[in-house]
């Protein structure tokens, strides 16, 4: 049974930052392309990045361009997102996702697999 486990997440002040974690069991990872997405409270979720499965291809949102950075790591099955210059427009449960098909689950919302998520909470 597959499964993502997201964590990293709490309070940070503006222009802080943050690093969260995807780890991942249960199916082959290499295999897959992984997605950060956000959810703040009373808005709709929203595509943060997603890495290829290889990482030979990163994408990233507009509104984190820059600031933001994917990286996995195949042996450890782990995705990271390292945040940087966080602002309280960031706010947001943020959650991983698997798909097979080159990033499809972020661009079209297509995830085979995605965790619970974590809490980031940006604020003085």
């Known amino acids: 049974q597959a499964h993502l486990v997201e964590s990293g997440g709490g309070l940070v002040q503006p222009g802080g930052s943050l690093s969260l974690s995807c780890a991942t069991s249960?199916?082959?990872?290499?295999?897959?392309?992984i997605g950060w997405y956000r959810q703040a409270p009373g808005k709709a979720r929203e595509g943060v990045s997603c890495?290829?499965?290889?990482?030979?291809?990163?994408i990233y949102a507009d509104s984190v361009k820059g600031r933001f950075t994917i990286s996995r790591d195949n042996p450890r099955k782990t995705v990271y997102l390292h945040m940087n210059n966080l602002q309280p427009e960031d706010t947001a449960v943020y959650y991983c996702g698997a798909d097979l098909n080159y990033c499809s689950g972020y661009k079209f919302w297509t995830y085979d697999y995605w965790g619970q998520g974590t809490r980031v909470n940006v604020s003085s």
């Open positions: 890495i290829t499965n290889g990482a030979e291809n990163s």
């Open positions: 249960g199916f082959i990872f290499s295999d897959y392309s």
